[in-house]
Structure formats: C-alpha cells, structure tokens
C-alpha cells in the first residue's frame, strides 16, 4: 500500500501562484510514476501532470503546459506542483496519484490516490 497525503492548497488571485506537495507513505517511492489529476465542480477528473520515478520523463495536460511544472524529491517522498498565472478555470480538487513504472494520462492505470486538496482561483 502506499499512503498519499496533498497539501498546499487554498484561495489564491488569478494570475497568481501555489505549490502543491504529495507525501507518500508505504512503500519505496522511488518504484513509483506520479501523476496530479484534478476535478473541477459539476466535472469528472481529468489529467494535469505526470512525472515518470526517474524524473526523466514528464507529461502536461495541454491546458497546463508552460503554467505549472511537477517535480519530485525521491529522497522526500515528495511530489510537488508548481502552479502558475493560474486562472478560475484552474479551480478545483488536486489530486495526487501513484502507479508502477511509467507516469500515464490515463486515471484508472493509477492505483494510489490521495485525498485531494481544495485549489480556489478568484477573478
């Protein structure tokens, strides 16, 4: 099992800045692609960003690329989102999630899930 709990979200302005982590628990992180998904209010959940255990491979939604970078800390146990010139489309539920090997688009190919942490992007 791994454990994954997100933090660092909040209300924050348009056009401004969060950082979100992802602490996982459990087992050895650094077996582990991880991916951030998030679902906005009255929508299902959908891709942002995906960073493979070597961290040489990394995957952006379109609607993301270029505004938020994920990375990650093997030594931590820690996956951060840098979140950028965010804007009220970009509310939501973050999550974080991990699966074995290869970082991928798809949700149900994850298999650990945190519990999500609230993003508020105001105009």
């Known amino acids: 099992q791994v454990q994954l709990v997100e933090s660092g979200g909040g209300l924050v302005q348009a056009g401004g800045s969060l950082r979100l982590s992802c602490a996982a628990s459990g087992r050895t992180f650094s077996n582990y692609a991880m991916g951030w998904f998030r679902q906005a209010p009255g929508n299902g959940r959908e891709f942002v960003a995906g960073i493979s255990r070597d961290i040489i491979r990394t995957l952006y939604a379109d609607s993301v690329k270029g505004r938020f970078t994920i990375s990650r800390d093997n030594a931590k146990n820690t996956v951060y989102l840098q979140m950028n010139s965010l804007t009220p489309e970009d509310t939501a539920v973050y999550y974080c999630?991990?699966?074995?090997?290869?970082?991928?688009?798809?949700?149900?190919?994850?298999?650990?899930w945190g519990q999500g942490t609230r993003v508020t992007v105001s105009s």
């Open positions: 999630a991990a699966r074995m090997y290869l970082a991928t688009m798809t949700e149900h190919e994850y298999d650990y």
